[in-house]
């Protein structure tokens, strides 16, 4: 008979994640899904700031592109200031963001 092995478990030690200290230190961005009655799909895009608690925008649509979060992204800085970070949990995010970085070439010097 084979012996199977363990639990897998995570290599290396985690950093605990930094708590911000001031508004506009770090932004997350979290998109959520959900279906209509008729069966269409829409997602929404939330920006949060993580010291203050403050939901900075919601964005709904049923697609929302790299361009799209860019131009939200935008339209908040505008109002609020840019923030020292971007942050999020999902890797769709993640990947948004490096669209982001594309589009502006780079400029986009965000840390997550």
């Known amino acids: 008979m084979r012996w199977r092995g363990g639990r897998k478990r995570a290599l290396g030690t985690r950093r605990p994640v930094r708590l911000p200290d001031r508004a506009?230190?770090?932004?997350?961005?979290?998109?959520l899904s959900d279906t209509i009655s008729d069966g269409r799909r829409?997602?929404?895009?939330?920006?949060v700031d993580d010291y203050t608690r403050e939901c900075l925008a919601l964005?709904?649509?049923?697609?929302?592109?790299?361009?799209?979060?860019?131009?939200?992204?935008?339209?908040?800085?505008?109002?609020?200031?840019?923030?020292?970070?971007?942050?999020?949990?999902?890797?769709?995010?993640?990947?948004?963001?490096?669209?982001i970085n594309c589009i502006r070439g780079g400029g986009a010097s965000f840390g997550i």
């Open 42 to 47: 829409f997602r929404v895009l939330a920006i």
């Open 59 to 99: 964005v709904a649509d049923t697609s929302l592109s790299g361009l799209r979060v860019a131009r939200e992204l935008d339209d908040v800085i505008r109002l609020r200031g840019r923030p020292d970070s971007l942050g999020s949990s999902g890797l769709f995010a993640v990947g948004i963001i490096g669209e």
């Open 24 to 31: 506009n230190a770090r932004w997350s961005l979290d998109f």
